[in-house]
């Protein structure tokens, strides 16, 4: 059995490190994310140090290092949530979930990630969870969003 | 010199095609620099060296940028020393600032530049750096607070060593240098050469201390506490004491270790010398019955590590024989234990190495017997000099002393160990004398001699023609190891060395070790293989008495025991 990764790598036989990147965002794609051993088979495969390939992937932004979990969470960091306080409440979540921008819950349930604009900037300051935006967003209103996916758990 | 250039008003001549940084520093000229490395290609990331040229509109770097015919170059300008200084000032808004504290108080090159370029007040308050130590490796402590992001480590580490275990992490103002996927020094390919170290202008990376514990066992009466040195340090400490790079200072060396406190002061040479026995011996067993070829030397653990991780293949090709300090710890630990009637767990056994890798080598698990170290601890050359200040000893007015008997007294085989195609032209003479019964007419190996990255030689040994290549660096282990790989047949014995030039230029060394120092270092060593009455390993009285009333014969049961040892396929990324 071909693992996902080495599908992806059946693709580009004749290709050298000029292809790292399309290569990641295919393994992303499949995967979700870059898990450790797929970033060591592309590394076996362009023959270049997996530490390297690391360096590479974490100076983009749409990298992810960790499964995404059930519910995926972007909260907006753009310029109009910025003004309205989506500082406060990238805190909040964080201190909520439990886990820093990029990590995943323990239970798998939630993943967090911060982005520049998700284009909806009259409901700002806004986070989007799998897709369904939350506008105007507040300490206050955050526990209770997430009860609410919790809830849908049980 | 077919350029004519203009700096700083003085008509100067430059070599086509070499930076404008080259051009300054042949006319004895000098900018200051951070990322600039030598012989490597220039990546103009730190921007120190900038400087004004009529014609252009900004400042350029001159470790990157071609001179030119006729340019008009102005090294000192006010607008080139402010935009210098703003960098520093810069680099040093989000440092940690603990320089009191900090390893490299003194010998650090942000600091010497915020002095040269006359900082004298907090322009800049940046925040401050926030990242966690990576105490993961046996051998090198890393601080990505203190990074300046020169990637000098980075570089050393890819294009001299073909490592990589390090690389830029992460973008902007939180990019910061570290090993893959966050793990840590000890889970990366890190082979402990401590050429980073090296290399690196700040505090950001430093050995392992083993100070601290060494110091405690130095004050406990229960403990005999001996100590080893390798072939490379007493050439190498001059400069710490404002003498002339390679002065062997070998007699003061001994007298300081007993001042410390030493109970026994032993040199690694003489066990270079039992590597010799046992190495020589493998060659030949190896050659004569159709073993495994090339056979590889194993001293190195930096190319030992490398060996198991990136050339698993290779790793039959390696000899089993141990490094020198293990042989010697070994030895420690068994023969001197039983001839002082000390008990093997009241010995600490303590080694002084140019080395980083050492201090891995001595924790592998196969250095030990019945749970005990063979080697208790390790210090560097940097760790020894600041032990010998902490003990207040004053180099100038000791009187030169001996070694230890019998584990203290070498050949001068055992001694030019220290420089790269040393271990390999000991090796040959010892090989010759038992392949024919006869010693070399000409001690020389010229073939294997000197600071290039690569030599080969053809060896006439008796009726045989055996085929040696020395490298150094590990870049240039792997492009020898891919050449044997596809097929290369004229090569018999091949010796690696992590650190370019040897161990004169280890990992372990005074910070400030230039190619001057190095090459000093190395021309110290033949001199004194020149001077000796005891060149071959084989003749070292002490030695022949060891086989002769513990070891037996080499290759024998007893060696096989305590003198070699076995590799790992080691996965790593």
């Known amino acids: 059995m071909k693992t996902t990764v080495q599908e992806i790598l059946d693709q580009y036989q004749d290709s050298g490190r000029d292809s790292l990147i399309p290569i990641l965002q295919n393994v992303q794609e499949k995967l979700g994310f870059l898990s450790e ?7 076996k495969f362009l023959k270049m140090p997996a530490s390297k390939i690391f360096g590479v992937a974490t100076f983009y932004n749409q990298f992810r290092f960790n499964q995404p979990g059930k519910y995926h969470v ?49 409901l700002a300051p806004v986070i989007s969870i799998n897709g369904e935006f939350h506008a105007k967003v507040s300490t206050d209103t955050i526990k209770g969003i997430f009860d609410d996916y919790k809830n849908r758990e049980e | 010199m077919n350029l004519t250039i203009e700096v700083n008003n003085n008509i100067l001549t430059a070599n086509q095609g070499d930076t404008i940084l080259d051009a300054l520093n042949q006319n004895g000229l000098s900018v200051p620099t951070l990322c600039h490395m030598k012989g490597l290609l220039p990546t103009g990331a730190c921007r120190m060296c900038v400087v004004e040229v009529e014609g252009r509109k900004n400042l350029v770097t ?23 200084k703003t960098i520093v000032e810069l680099l040093l808004s989000n440092h940690p600032d603990d320089c009191l504290y900090c390893e490299r108080n003194g010998s650090c090159e942000l600091q ?17 750096n926030k990242y966690k130590l990576d105490v993961s490796s046996a051998s090198i402590v890393r601080d990505p607070a203190k990074c300046i992001l020169c990637g000098r480590c980075v570089r050393v580490c890819e294009e001299i060593e073909g490592v990589s275990a390090i690389d830029f992490v992460g973008r902007g103002s939180k990019t910061f240098i570290d090993t893959f996927f966050n793990h840590g020094l000890n889970l990366s390919t890190c082979v402990n050469c401590g050429q980073c170290i090296m290399v690196c202008p700040t505090g950001a990376l430093k050995e392992k201390d083993h100070i601290c514990e060494i110091k405690d066992m130095l004050s406990d009466p229960e403990k005999t506490v001996v100590v080893q040195y390798a072939p490379s340090i007493s050439v190498s400490l001059a400069e710490e004491f404002g003498l002339a790079s390679g002065k062997n200072m070998v007699g003061v060396l001994n007298a300081a270790l007993r001042r410390m406190g030493f109970n026994f002061v032993f040199d690694t040479s003489f066990s270079a010398d039992l590597t010799i026995m046992e190495e020589a011996s493998e060659l030949v067993h190896r050659v004569t019955t159709g073993g495994t070829l090339p056979m590889i030397t194993s001293c190195c653990p930096g190319w030992v590590k490398y060996a198991e991780e990136f050339q698993h293949d290779m790793i039959d090709n390696l000899s089993t024989c141990k490094s020198p300090q293990q042989m010697m710890g070994a030895i420690i630990k068994s023969y001197f234990a039983e001839t002082e009637s000390i008990s093997p767990e009241n010995i600490y056994s303590v080694s002084v190495m140019p080395c980083t890798a050492k201090k891995f080598e001595q924790q592998r698990e196969e250095m030990s017997h019945n749970g005990i170290s063979d080697v208790d601890a390790v210090l560097t050359t940097r760790e020894l000099a600041r032990m010998i200040r902490l003990y207040g000893i004053d180099i100038a007015k000791l009187e030169p002393e001996l070694a230890d008997s019998p584990l203290g007294t070498r050949s001068s085989a055992g001694k030019i160990f220290g420089t790269s195609g040393g271990v390999m032209e000991a090796a040959i003479r010892s090989a010759h004398y038992f392949i024919t019964g006869k010693e070399m007419v000409k001690f020389q190996v010229k073939g294997v001699r000197g600071l290039e990255g690569r030599k080969e030689a053809k060896i006439k040994i008796g009726d ?48 400030g070790t230039d190619d001057e120092a190095v090459k000093a270092r190395m021309l110290s060593l033949y001199d004194i293989d020149e001077k000796d009455a005891i060149k071959v390993s084989h003749k070292n009285p002490y030695i022949v008495e060891l086989y002769d009333k513990f070891l037996g014969k080499p290759l024998g049961h007893k060696s096989h025991h305590l003198l070699h040892t076995h590799y790992q396929k080691r996965f790593v990324n």
């Open chain 1, 37 to 43: 051993e797929s970033v060591i088979e592309v590394s």
């Open chain 1, 74 to 122: 972007q909260v907006c960091r753009g310029t109009a949530c910025h003004v309205l306080g989506s500082a406060t409440v990238l805190e909040e979540v964080e201190k909520h979930l439990k886990v820093k921008a990029g990590q995943t819950t323990k239970d798998k349930l939630f993943s967090l990630e911060v982005v520049a604009c998700i284009g909806a900037c009259g």
């Open chain 2, 62 to 84: 001159a470790c990157s940028e071609p001179v030119l015919d006729g340019m008009k170059i102005k090294t000192h300008s006010g607008r080139v020393i402010e935009s210098r």
């Open chain 2, 112 to 128: 010497d530049l915020a002095e040269d370029l006359h900082i004298r007040e907090r322009r800049i308050s940046g925040q401050k």
């Open chain 2, 464 to 511: 045989l023609d055996v085929g040696v290549a020395v490298v150094s660096g590990l870049k240039n282990a792997e492009i020898l190891m891919e050449e044997i790989r596809n097929g290369r047949k004229d090569i018999h014995f091949i010796e690696v060395m992590a650190c370019p030039g040897g161990c004169i230029n280890g990992g372990g060394q005074l910070i």
